[in-house]
């Protein structure tokens, strides 16, 4: 898979890490886990394939999008198709970036997924019709940036983005402190930032602390899972396999000898009890159909 990747001037670059263009002949995969990471992203397809989301690793469909589509705040993982992936642009926001551009709470997309129509109404078909008959890469960045420009039409409350400076520094800081530190009753700041960053502010810290979690087993092949707990602010062991769990649909192990395409982006392999046992005949997936590369059949399944 190709990448391009452009950072915004301001003040798109308040609210917007990076805006990204992916191209790929072919994944040997039909299926992809994307495991939270606290942030909301723009997802604008390419190609002529909806992309499409699933109940589960295996499950049936859930969605699919023709158009652009908003990907909310998870807290637990999701299964998207890797068909859009052949050609697909995006924005991945930060924390709480993403309210700006929705003229509304950000609770919405909390757990979901939902058009851009939603938000932007014929704004956002007449962007897709212009990124689609676009010639290049940096006309379709410069129409993406024109078309964020045209819907910025909030600011996030000056506390909430101290608040969430602060939980990415130290997911571990005690909710209460923090809010009176900002000047804000317990109530207020609750309301505030679920509004701005689509879930309370102690959800946000879970997110954060996993996300750390995941870049701290970065190439590692064995894990001291009870130092790592110590050293990310759960509690024990016992209490980052239960979150790990919860937000991941795996054990902390199963996803240290998992394929990873990049940190929150898992392959979804076929049943190892389903691949054909005849090394000389084409392999199909499963859960697409697809005719597998003999590279893609020799892992078991990726949960």
Same mark, same amino acid.
């Given at each position: 898979?190709? @990448? !391009?990747?452009?950072?915004? %001037?301001p003040p798109l670059s308040?609210?917007?890490s990076e805006l990204w263009i992916a191209s790929s002949p072919g994944l040997p995969f039909c299926r992809e886990r994307l495991l939270p990471? %606290?942030?909301? !992203?723009?997802?604008?397809?390419? !190609?002529?394939?909806? #992309?499409t989301l699933y109940e589960g690793p295996y499950g049936a469909r859930k969605a699919h999008f023709t158009g652009p589509f908003i990907c909310g705040v998870h807290t637990r993982d999701i299964t998207i198709d890797t068909v859009t992936q052949k050609h697909v642009m995006g924005a991945s926001f930060l924390p709480g970036g993403s309210q700006p551009f929705l003229g509304g709470s950000s609770r919405v997309l909390h757990n979901e997924t939902l058009n851009l129509a939603e938000f932007w109404g014929d704004r956002s078909l007449t962007l897709h019709e212009q990124l689609l008959a676009? !010639?290049?890469?940096?006309?379709?960045?410069?129409?993406?940036? &024109?078309?964020?420009?045209?819907?910025?039409?909030? &600011?996030? @409350?000056?506390a909430v983005t101290e608040a969430v400076a602060r939980l990415s520094l130290n997911p571990?800081?005690?909710? &209460?402190?923090? #809010?009176?530190?900002? %000047?804000? %009753?317990?109530r207020r700041f609750q309301q505030i930032f679920t509004d701005t960053v689509g879930v309370p502010p102690k959800v946000f810290a879970r997110l954060q602390r996993f996300t750390n979690l995941l870049y701290r087993t970065t190439n590692l092949q064995e894990a001291d899972w009870s130092l790592l707990a110590l050293d990310n602010g759960y509690y024990d062991q #016992?209490?980052?396999i239960r979150e790990f769990r919860a937000m991941s649909g795996m054990t902390p192990e199963t996803y240290l000898r998992s394929e990873r395409r990049m940190i929150h982006h898992m392959p979804i392999l076929p049943p190892a009890e389903c691949v054909l046992a005849a090394p000389a005949m084409p392999k199909q997936n499963p859960v697409c159909g697809d005719i597998l590369p003999a590279a893609a059949t020799s892992g078991s399944r990726a949960a």
């Amino acid at each position: 898979m190709f @990448h !391009t990747f452009r950072v915004p %001037g301001p003040p798109l670059s308040r609210y917007i890490s990076e805006l990204w263009i992916a191209s790929s002949p072919g994944l040997p995969f039909c299926r992809e886990r994307l495991l939270p990471d %606290g942030r909301a !992203t723009l997802v604008i397809p390419l !190609t002529d394939n909806p #992309a499409t989301l699933y109940e589960g690793p295996y499950g049936a469909r859930k969605a699919h999008f023709t158009g652009p589509f908003i990907c909310g705040v998870h807290t637990r993982d999701i299964t998207i198709d890797t068909v859009t992936q052949k050609h697909v642009m995006g924005a991945s926001f930060l924390p709480g970036g993403s309210q700006p551009f929705l003229g509304g709470s950000s609770r919405v997309l909390h757990n979901e997924t939902l058009n851009l129509a939603e938000f932007w109404g014929d704004r956002s078909l007449t962007l897709h019709e212009q990124l689609l008959a676009a !010639t290049d890469d940096a006309q379709r960045f410069r129409l993406l940036e &024109s078309a964020l420009l045209q819907q910025l039409i909030l &600011s996030p @409350h000056p506390a909430v983005t101290e608040a969430v400076a602060r939980l990415s520094l130290n997911p571990a800081q005690r909710i &209460s402190p923090l #809010a009176n530190e900002l %000047g804000l %009753g317990q109530r207020r700041f609750q309301q505030i930032f679920t509004d701005t960053v689509g879930v309370p502010p102690k959800v946000f810290a879970r997110l954060q602390r996993f996300t750390n979690l995941l870049y701290r087993t970065t190439n590692l092949q064995e894990a001291d899972w009870s130092l790592l707990a110590l050293d990310n602010g759960y509690y024990d062991q #016992a209490h980052l396999i239960r979150e790990f769990r919860a937000m991941s649909g795996m054990t902390p192990e199963t996803y240290l000898r998992s394929e990873r395409r990049m940190i929150h982006h898992m392959p979804i392999l076929p049943p190892a009890e389903c691949v054909l046992a005849a090394p000389a005949m084409p392999k199909q997936n499963p859960v697409c159909g697809d005719i597998l590369p003999a590279a893609a059949t020799s892992g078991s399944r990726a949960a």
